[in-house]
């Protein structure tokens, strides 16, 4: 199947744009209103892919769920007073990130 190629190639170029990123650095970001944070029950690559495949029901699937949602005020200030780092990967014009544990 040509279309499980494809799909796999796409996530594994997903892949390698994720980094992690101090949330101090994306601050511009969040206040564009561009920065949607993935629940950590997610994968985020393939959220990122979903998005980039302009999968509308998916994607309304996890916004109805609140799986996926506008970063909040508060989880931004929370994340600049614990110095936060997330991980994140960007699918223009959004920036997807995600919790993580190190620092």
Do not use: C
Not at 11 to 30: D, G
Not at 52 to 61: A, I
Not at 74 to 102: F, G, H, N, R
């Amino acid at each position: 199947m040509n279309n499980i190629n494809g799909y796999h190639s796409v996530k594994e170029k997903v892949n390698l744009e994720t980094s992690k990123i101090p949330w101090q650095q994306l601050q511009r970001f969040f206040a564009a209103g561009l920065v949607i944070l993935v629940s950590s029950e997610l994968d985020l690559v393939e959220v990122a892919y979903q998005f980039s495949s302009d999968n509308k029901h998916q994607v309304e699937q996890w916004l109805t769920a609140k799986k996926i949602a506008p970063v909040s005020d508060q989880q931004a200030i929370d994340w600049l007073t614990m110095d936060a780092v997330v991980w994140a990967v960007v699918v223009k014009p959004w920036l997807l990130v995600q919790e993580t544990l190190a620092k």
